[in-house]
């Protein structure tokens, strides 16, 4: 396993109600586990539900994109790295690789999550404290080699026809 990701989440195992009639997991559980997965993250930038409780802030995800590359079935463990590649005072680029617990990887997810005030609900500036948290981990992370495939675009290659 490629563990020069900046950070890990736990291991989630693969339940059988994501298992779909190909007999592999349902491409809609692949983002479902992308968010579990950084749910365990995001507590060590002061997200989550005690954020909302105590400040009325949260995050929602804008904008997520998936890439499939090897299948998962039923027990199968995984666990996610986590990137924050950018951000500013309202919103943060992450990147995902999906890790089987044999090493390879499953997928990769790749989204921009805003910073919302809930009483509009509205994009807002993340408190100070919470900004420099995503600050130093992105600095953290930009110390490193990104990860492949980010940045991708949905398309087709070759000629059209």
Request: proline letters at 4%.
């Amino acid at each position: 396993m490629d563990n020069r990701a900046p950070l890990f989440s736990g291991f989630l195992e693969i339940g059988e109600s994501w298992i779909d009639y190909n007999n592999h997991l349902n491409m809609g559980y692949y983002s479902v586990i992308f968010d579990l997965a950084a749910d365990m993250v995001f507590g060590r930038f002061g997200f989550g539900a005690d954020y909302v409780a105590e400040r009325n802030l949260t995050t929602f995800c804008a904008e997520y994109h998936v890439r499939y590359l090897r299948e998962l079935k039923l027990g199968d463990k995984v666990r996610s790295s986590f990137w924050i590649v950018d951000h500013d005072e309202k919103r943060f680029h992450t990147f995902q690789e999906l890790y089987h617990e044999d090493g390879w990887i499953s997928a990769t997810g790749e989204g921009l999550t805003l910073h919302i005030d809930l009483s509009g609900p509205k994009v807002a500036p993340m408190p100070r404290d919470v900004l420099e948290k995503i600050a130093a981990f992105a600095k953290q992370s930009a110390k490193l080699t990104l990860p492949e495939g980010m940045g991708g675009k949905v398309g087709m290659r070759g000629p059209r026809g």
